[in-house]
């Protein structure tokens, strides 16, 4: 099993910034690329950020140049910093960690962008 604790989230202006990070437990030897997605009311879950153990990154073309997603594979962390808010940002993130045995997912962050 592996077990995903997030945190950071929260309410800023556009424009703003935030930060969560997401520390993985357990049989995390079973990890290689870790995500971060996110829904907002009403919609599908998406994609966001994604790295793998050796550093590949790829992100939805919505946040490229405004977030960065990063990993401290000493720690199993990842983060997401995420810059120049907007309103559209405004959503539940989800830390996910796929496993050959199964996915799993954090218990989400809210993060809200106000007007």
């Known amino acids: 099993q592996v077990q995903l604790v997030e945190s950071g989230g929260g309410l800023v202006q556009t424009g703003g910034s935030l930060r969560l990070s997401c520390a993985a437990s357990g049989s995390v030897s079973s990890i290689n690329a870790m995500a971060w997605y996110r829904q907002a009311p009403g919609k599908q879950r998406e994609l966001v950020a994604r790295i793998t153990r050796g550093g590949s990154i790829n992100y939805a073309d919505s946040v490229r140049c405004r977030f960065t997603i990063s990993r401290d594979n000493a720690k199993n962390t990842i983060y997401l910093q995420m810059n120049s808010l907007k309103p559209e940002d405004t959503a539940v993130y989800y830390c996910?960690?796929?496993?050959?045995?199964?996915?799993?997912w954090g218990q989400g962050a809210q993060v809200t962008v106000s007007l």
């Open positions: 996910n960690a796929p496993t050959w045995f199964r996915d799993f």
